[in-house]
């Protein structure tokens, strides 16, 4: 008998969506065909200054020693008091785990809380990570559909009926890729009196968009003392500090969770990059309002443009105007069972999401975030490129039969 060359596990692992088709851009860049890419969630804005010269100063130290595996200690008393400041609410630094990227911090916690077959509630749309990551974790993902009615939230309804004994985890991302949707406190607290009355469930709570929310703060999870003892907080810098190919992010959690994490990354990537936790130092010990506010402010005018677009020439997506991150997340509904100039039949988001990059616009389909009747774009692009790459889709979308 033949035994195979790859794991099950890592044979049905499917590939993100995202950075599948951003490599499909590559290439058709290469190709000489001109592209106009409103697919990835990583801003189009500078490291920012203090955090570009801390990176400098920490390479002309010259030393770079392996670093703690949770993170250097003064990251970590920044970290803390961050979440101390901005919400409210007390962390220890023996509570905070450094990692090389927030993706990482969430499969840690997943590796920590998870024995095998117990249940993981994901709402539905959800990044495209959160189901690989769960079935690495040999855990069992129960997938809640959400409504556009109520903007793609989890209501407690919802939640109460997917409860089972086996469930050991709640995933909630807020403010969300790929909707931008954000959670209100009334909204987060009616979430929270449903657990409470469950309190073999973890809340594991997203917040990597946090500082991008545009009418009002953002909630944390941590804010919620009921369950303030069985959340962990995953977030990094990658979104608000413009810093995704530093690969740094982190986990809040209770402190024997906290250092189960430690020893799980201790034994895979051990400490994260050093040079990068010092540049984020600088930038956590400074006006963090200063750094992120005029991105913000750009992303909002962004946001606001392309939904007085939509709402005009294509209110059969059903646009609605996100409060956070930098995505809309778009019904094709409408163009399913239609065909292309060239007769080609489309199915699914993916078929959309295909031909329209034929066209020149590139777009993720919904599929990976688990709906096949939308398509995801990013505004973490230049206005004027959107304001092209909306016309483009525009043309596509008139030329279809």
């Keep these: 008998m033949t035994l195979p060359r790859i794991s099950e596990r890592v044979a049905n692992l499917e590939e993100a969506q995202t950075l599948g088709m951003a490599q499909r851009v590559r290439d058709r860049r290469a190709q000489g065909k001109e592209v106009i890419s409103m697919l990835l969630g990583e801003p189009d804005f500078p490291v920012p200054l203090p955090i570009q010269e801390a990176a400098i100063a920490a390479i002309r130290e010259g030393v770079a020693p392996y670093p703690p595996v949770a993170g250097l200690l003064p990251l970590r008393e920044a970290i803390a008091h961050y ?10 630094p023996q509570q905070v785990v450094v990692s090389s990227g927030s993706k990482q911090a969430i499969y840690n916690t997943l590796l920590t809380l998870l024995s095998p077959g117990e249940e993981v509630i994901i709402p539905v749309p959800y990044w495209v990570s959160y189901l690989p990551l769960v079935y690495l974790a040999e855990g069992r993902p129960v997938l809640v559909p959400t409504s556009p009615q109520t903007q793609y939230r989890l ?8 409860i089972t004994p086996r469930t050991r985890v709640l995933i909630l991302n807020s403010p969300a890729n790929p909707t931008g ?11 929270i009196e449903v657990l409470q ?8 709570s ?6 991008l929310s545009y009418e009002e703060r953002t909630v944390s999870a941590l804010e919620f003392e009921a369950v303030r003892d069985r959340t962990v907080v995953c977030n990094g810098f990658s979104k608000a500090f413009a810093m995704p190919g530093w690969r740094l992010g982190y986990l809040i959690a209770p402190v024997d969770i906290a250092q189960a994490a430690t020893k799980v990354q201790g034994q895979t990537t051990a400490g994260a ?6 540049a984020a130092l600088a930038g956590l010990s400074g006006d963090i309002e200063a750094l992120v506010a005029p991105m913000r402010k750009a992303f909002e005018q962004r946001r606001n443009a392309i939904y ?3 709402s005009t020439h294509h209110p059969e997506m059903h646009p609605y105007k996100p409060e956070g991150a930098f995505y809309f997340f778009l019904s094709v509904a409408a163009y399913l069972g239609k065909k292309t100039p060239h007769g080609t039949l489309l199915h699914t988001a993916d078929d959309v999401a295909d031909y329209l990059l034929e066209e020149g616009v590139a777009v993720v389909p919904g599929t990976g975030f688990g709906m096949n009747t939308h398509i995801r774009i990013s505004y973490a692009v230049a206005l004027s490129e959107i304001e092209r790459g909306l016309q483009r889709l525009t043309q596509a979308l008139h030329a279809l039969a």
């Design 83 to 92: 979440y101390e400041r901005q919400y409210g609410v007390p962390v220890s």
């Design 155 to 162: 209501t407690p309804e919802a939640l109460e009926k997917a």
């Design 181 to 191: 949707t954000t959670y209100t406190r009334a909204e987060l607290s009616a979430l």
């Design 197 to 204: 009355n469950h309190p073999h469930v973890w809340v594991l």
């Design 206 to 211: 997203d917040e990597i968009y946090d500082l």
């Design 273 to 278: 990059n050093i040079i990068a936790q010092k």
């Design 308 to 310: 007085t677009y939509l």
